[in-house]
């Protein structure tokens, strides 16, 4: 029987622990999707315990917490931080077979070489002496970061966001390039006229722009995209159920824009249309500066309208949705293929129904004008786990190339959520270990080897363009 959580984790076969340990383990990370707050990597914060870096705004935790039958005032209220790490503690041996059983395991591990498994016994030690070592120099955010070898990371950010903590720490020199990510959801979304007005008026005050019409409000976006490219951003982001691809004119667009600057609530012809006309706009934004465009695709949100009013969003009660998506997805992806203005794209699937759909997608314009133009990203939040991230590989594996895709990201509020990287990787290895053993790939251990370490972070350094060496 093997130790829990060995050095051959999830390598159950020699030709996947050889992939793993002589390929895999070594290779830098490169985080080009997560939704770490830029602030804290701006001033190298220390967190002072455990709780608040591993708990505060994960509702990975919290929903396991709820399930257990943790009270709220322990995931989002008001009890003493070590109060509530005692609760996850508690929660955590009955978490086993879901993967924050191992992700819990593995970053105690991987930052502070605690090997103990968390419960009420060894609660107590293990949160005062991560906790002692989380308030040393040694532990701060950005040094947190170097321990991971991160090379380059990119956030997800607001149109209106000053990027002041971008530009800090860009001229504070740090080595690790922090880059920041284009998020125009919120400038799209005209399902509230009032949030929307009121979003319209902060987008005039950050770009300096009176907005009266739709074409101004045009420019004053695009001057934000053209901010956050000398900032470093080439890369945008959106959060979308589906993908809009209405038909419309200009005309329309105007009109619609002005009724719901006027305050008036729209039809959702009217709704869907315009925001429509908005991605094909950021998508072509995105093509102009070369930079590559993400679609995170199927979550079904707030879903409890019960805690949403009382928690807000993105505290934990999401689902995967059961949308539609070929067809909208593919007529998307043809209008800006079709004038040659579409960017690098990749496309995460959150419906594991929908995974050869989208390995299929990617095929129809994958042009040969760059290497895996576009991408079936890597399984994604419900999806980051074994299960999971077998399926989209498999997926990509039988109708696409899966030696061209680049590779894992974190997606996560959370410095700690790095060894999510490794996780992936022993995966991969695992996988190509298992099929050279069964001779169903031919024993050419360099050969594969180099394509785990193309997909680990090769890939991905190419495709984004961030030439890390």
């Known amino acids: 029987m093997r130790k829990f959580l060995d050095d051959n984790f999830i390598l159950n076969s020699p030709t996947a622990q050889a992939l793993y340990h002589n390929y895999a383990k070594a290779m830098p990370i490169i985080d080009y999707h997560n939704h770490l707050p830029p602030d804290q990597i701006a001033n190298d914060t220390n967190f002072e315990n455990l709780t608040q870096i591993w708990l505060y705004g994960d509702h990975y935790k919290w929903r396991a917490m709820r399930t257990s039958g943790v009270h709220e005032s322990y995931c989002t209220g008001n009890k003493s931080d070590w109060e509530k790490f005692e609760k ?18 593995m970053e105690l591990q ?92 902060k987008v005039e005050a950050a770009a300096g722009i009176s907005v009266s019409t739709y074409d101004d409000y045009l420019k004053a976006l695009k001057n934000r995209h053209d901010f956050f490219a000398t900032a470093g951003c080439s890369v945008s982001d959106h959060g979308l159920e589906i993908i809009y691809a209405e038909d419309y004119t200009d005309a329309e667009i105007k009109n619609i824009f002005g009724k719901i600057r006027g305050g ?19 998508a072509k934004w995105d093509h102009e500066k070369g930079w590559v465009q993400q679609y995170h695709l199927g979550a079904l949100r707030n879903n409890n309208s019960r805690m949403l009013r009382q928690l807000g969003p993105d505290t934990g009660w999401d689902s ?75 997926a990509l594996s039988n109708m696409g190339l899966l030696s ?30 298992s099929e050279i053993e069964n001779g169903e790939i031919p024993a050419n251990e360099e050969w594969i080897g180099k394509i785990v370490q193309d997909i680990c972070f090769n890939n991905a350094n190419h495709y984004f363009g961030f030439g890390v060496k």
């Open 88 to 105: 996850w503690a508690e929660t955590v041996p009955y978490t086993v077979r879901n993967p924050l059983y191992h992700w819990t395991h």
């Open 110 to 201: 991987r930052y502070f070489n605690i090997d103990k498994i968390l419960s009420p016994a060894t609660a107590r030690d293990i949160y005062e002496e991560a906790s002692a070592k989380l308030r040393t120099p040694e532990y701060s955010v950005r040094n947190l970061l170097r321990k991971m070898n991160i090379k380059v990371l990119c956030t997800t950010d607001d149109p209106i966001d000053s990027l002041e903590h971008h530009l800090k720490i860009k001229a504070d020199g740090f080595e690790i390039k922090i880059l920041p990510a284009y998020r125009p959801d919120k400038a799209m979304n005209v399902d509230d006229a009032a949030a929307f007005n009121a979003y319209v008026n």
């Open 320 to 394: 995967i949705g059961d949308f539609s998506q070929a067809r909208a997805l593919a007529k998307f992806l043809d209008k800006l293929d079709g004038t040659d203005q579409l960017a690098k794209t990749i496309l995460y699937n959150l419906n594991p129904a929908d995974n050869e759909l989208m390995a299929t997608m990617i095929g129809n314009f994958n042009d040969g004008s760059s290497r895996g133009k576009i991408q079936f990203g890597s399984g994604w939040w419900f999806l980051d786990q074994k299960d999971g991230m077998t399926k989209q590989i498999n």
């Open 404 to 433: 061209c895709f680049v590779g894992m990201l974190t997606d996560s509020r959370s410095f700690m959520s790095y060894p999510r990287h490794e996780y992936f990787r022993r995966l991969l290895c695992d996988m190509f270990g």
């Open 264 to 282: 008036a609530a729209l039809s959702y012809e009217e709704n869907v249309k315009f925001k429509s006309a908005m991605l094909v706009e950021f």
